[in-house]
């Protein structure tokens, strides 16, 4: 078997029940894995807004799935939750959990797995009149209401989960740190996180171990918003098409060249 990442250590951020895929195929790459996430999962503080926010949901002309979280909190929310109009993903993992929940077909973006992909499809950019119901999670960005809006549809976002940051000690991070060679960050929410930790004072000694990792991110948006906060000693590297297999694949892509 191929071990293309034997001798590196990966510091995985993802929430605990999204990192036990992504795990075996690093450690099946020859990684040592270190799971310790930014945040955990919770439900909607408000669940009967968002069952009531579901039934409207069932009759929209298209329906959009932003995470795999968002598509779990919909069908525990309503086991029987169909709805009729398009589906779409604004990745492929979350295309798929829509697809497995749905029992249909999902839509997905050609290029790259982000809100923008999604807006870019034919079928999202004409859709004055329609309405769109958008399954997510409390806060984030609001880039996909803000522009189907504009576009002429009738948008209603249903939080359906929250998340729950979470503050590893001093010391825990600092031994993660000390021995990561890169740092896995899915969002942009998370990578703000990591940043407001390591800013603070008594976390000095982290951020300084934080910056000779190499970050690993989804997109150069993501990565922006730490540019003045982080000095990150390596390029990031961006995976936009984010998926255990794509992040695989890359950091041994880099690997092999720090190698030369």
């Known amino acids: ?3 293309p990442l034997a001798g590196q250590t990966i510091w995985l ?17 020859g990684a040592t894995v270190i799971v310790e996430p930014l945040m955990a999962i919770e439900p909607t503080a408000d669940r009967q807004a968002a069952y009531r926010a579901l039934m409207q949901a069932v009759t929209a002309d298209r329906v959009l799935a932003t995470s795999t979280n968002a598509v779990d909190a919909a069908w525990q929310l309503m086991p029987g939750f169909a709805p009729a109009g398009r589906l779409y ?8 959990a829509l697809e497995a929940a749905a029992g249909r077909p999902v839509e997905r973006p050609a290029g790259a797995f982000t809100s923008e992909g999604l807006l870019a499809m034919d079928t999202l950019t004409r859709v004055e ?10 806060g984030g960005r609001d880039l996909l209401v803000d522009t189907l ?19 590893p ?3 825990r991070l600092e031994r993660i740190a000390r021995r ?3 740092v896995i960050v899915t969002s942009g929410e998370a990578l703000a996180h990591l940043c407001d930790l390591v800013n603070k004072r008594a976390y000095v000694d982290v951020r300084a171990a934080l910056e000779r990792c190499r970050l690993v991110a989804p997109s150069v948006r993501v990565v922006k918003q730490a540019d003045q906060r982080l000095n990150w000693q390596h390029a990031p590297l961006i995976v936009e098409r984010i998926s255990g297999e794509a992040i695989v694949a890359a950091l041994a892509r880099q690997s092999t060249g720090d190698r030369q």
């Open 1 to 3: 078997m191929s071990t």
């Open 13 to 29: 951020t993802r929430a605990v029940h999204q990192s036990a895929a992504w795990a075996r195929l690093l450690e099946q790459a």
């Open 89 to 96: 993903g604004v990745g492929n993992a979350s295309a798929q």
């Open 129 to 138: 009149g329609l309405d769109i119901a958008i399954l997510s999670g409390e």
């Open 149 to 167: 809006s504009q576009r002429g549809a009738r948008v209603h976002k249903i939080a359906l989960y929250r998340r729950c940051w979470l503050t």
């Open 169 to 171: 000690s001093v010391e």
């Open 180 to 182: 990561a060679d890169a």
